[in-house]
């Protein structure tokens, strides 16, 4: 069975940074793709950050300059680096990885207030 965690979630002030993790456990071999989306209240799921095999990555517009998406492959293992925090950035972080469908984490909070 495979399972995707992910970890780091909490509450900053604005300006502040936050590292999410994501790793992969089971059978799931030759992940193609990692990455993260988002979900704040009322609001439909967002890309946030992706990375494929070949180390191409992609942002949406709103988190381009502040957020930061590595892969440790050897590791089955994404990490999100969110700086400069807004409270916009408020949401619950879903974690992915793709090979042949997606497969998502429970998901992990991110709180971002004064």
């Known amino acids: 069975q495979v399972q995707v965690i992910e970890s780091g979630g909490g509450w900053v002030q604005p300006g502040e940074s936050l590292k999410l993790s994501c790793q992969v456990s089971?059978?799931?071999?030759?992940?193609?793709?990692m990455g993260w989306y988002r979900q704040a209240p009322g609001k439909e799921r967002e890309h946030v950050a992706s990375?494929?095999?070949?180390?191409?990555?992609d942002y949406s517009g709103s988190v381009k300059g502040r957020f930061t998406i590595s892969r440790d492959k050897a590791k089955r293992t994404a990490y999100l680096q969110m700086n400069s925090l807004k409270p916009e950035d408020t949401a619950v972080y879903y974690c992915?990885?793709?090979?042949?469908?997606?497969?998502w984490g429970q998901g992990t909070q991110v709180t971002v207030s004064s």
């Open positions: 992915f990885a793709f090979r042949g469908s997606r497969f």
């Open positions: 089971g059978k799931l071999l030759g992940v193609t793709a």
């Open positions: 990375a494929d095999s070949a180390g191409n990555m």
